[in-house]
C-alpha cells in the first residue's frame, strides 16, 4: 500500500484557472512535500510542511503557489492562475525513517 | 544549479551482468542520500539509501557506496534483470533525509535479455 495517495490522476485545465491537487497519507505524518516534474527534465522541489507550517521553499514556489492541510489529513497544492509551463507531473511526498516516499503523482495539464 | 549530477543518460547492460550507476553531488552539507526508481508517469520508488557516516549500503541485489571525499556515489545492480529496466535517480538530502530531496538528471537502465 502506498505511504501517499494523490488525487486526480490527471487533471486538464485552461489556462488561468485555479487547480486544487490532493494528497492523502496512509497515517498520521508531520512532514510533507510537493515535487514536479516537467516532461524530460529532473524532479524538482517545490515545498516541504511540517507541522502545519511551510517550513521550506524554491523559487519556483511563488505567490500562485499555495499549501494547505484542510482537515488535518488531505494535503493539497494549489496553483491559483495555471500557466502553460505549469503542465508538469506534481508529486506530493510523506517522510518515515529517513526516507521520502512519493505518491503516484498528478499530470497536470494546462491547455 | 546542478547540485547532484548524474552524467549518463543512459546505461544498456546485459541480463545477468553488473549494473554501475554514478552520480556526483557539490554540497557537502548533504548528510543523506537516496536512489529512486522511476517508470512513466508514475512517482519515484525508493530504493535504496546511504548515511553520510556510511561508505557503503547493500539490500539484496543492490548496493549504493559513498566516497565523500570525490563527492560521488555509486548504486551497483547484481545481477540485472529485465525488471530492473527504468529510470533511476539519485538524490540528495540534509537532516538525515528530512530536507529537499535534490534530484539528479536520471540515467535510463535498459536490460538486454
Known amino acids: 500500500e502506498p505511504e501517499v495517495t494523490q488525487t486526480p490522476s490527471h487533471q486538464v485545465t485552461q489556462m488561468g484557472q485555479e487547480v486544487i491537487l490532493r494528497c492523502v497519507p496512509i497515517?498520521?505524518?508531520?512532514?510533507f512535500y510537493w515535487y514536479r516534474q516537467i516532461l524530460g527534465q529532473k524532479v524538482e522541489f517545490l515545498v516541504s510542511?511540517?507541522?502545519?507550517?511551510?517550513?521550506?521553499k524554491s523559487e519556483i514556489f511563488d505567490d500562485q503557489f499555495s499549501v494547505e492541510r484542510p482537515d488535518g489529513s488531505n494535503f493539497t497544492l494549489k496553483i491559483r492562475s495555471t500557466k502553460l509551463e505549469d503542465s508538469a507531473m506534481y508529486f506530493c511526498?510523506?517522510?518515515?525513517?529517513?526516507?521520502?516516499?512519493f505518491g503516484a503523482g498528478t499530470r497536470l495539464s494546462v491547455l | 544549479d546542478q547540485q547532484v549530477k548524474q552524467n549518463s543518460p543512459s546505461l544498456s547492460v546485459q541480463e545477468g551482468r553488473i549494473s554501475i550507476l554514478n552520480c556526483d553531488y557539490t554540497?557537502?552539507?548533504?548528510?543523506?542520500f537516496l536512489w529512486y526508481k522511476k517508470y512513466p508517469a508514475e512517482g519515484p520508488t525508493f530504493l535504496i539509501s546511504?548515511?553520510?557516516?556510511?561508505d557503503k549500503n547493500e539490500d539484496g541485489r543492490f548496493t549504493v557506496f559513498l566516497n565523500k571525499s570525490a563527492k560521488h556515489l555509486s548504486l551497483h545492480i547484481v545481477p540485472s534483470q529485465p525488471g530492473d529496466s527504468a529510470v533511476y535517480f539519485c538524490?540528495?538530502?540534509?537532516?538525515?533525509?528530512?530536507?529537499?530531496?535534490?534530484f539528479g538528471q536520471g540515467t535510463r537502465l535498459t536490460i538486454n535479455p
Open positions: 554540497n557537502s552539507m548533504f548528510d543523506y
Open positions: 538524490a540528495a538530502s540534509g537532516l538525515q533525509g528530512a530536507q529537499k530531496l535534490v
Open positions: 511526498a510523506t517522510y518515515r525513517g529517513n526516507i521520502q516516499y
Open positions: 546511504i548515511s553520510s557516516i556510511k
Open positions: 497515517s498520521n505524518h508531520l512532514y
Open positions: 510542511f511540517y507541522n502545519n507550517e511551510i517550513s521550506e
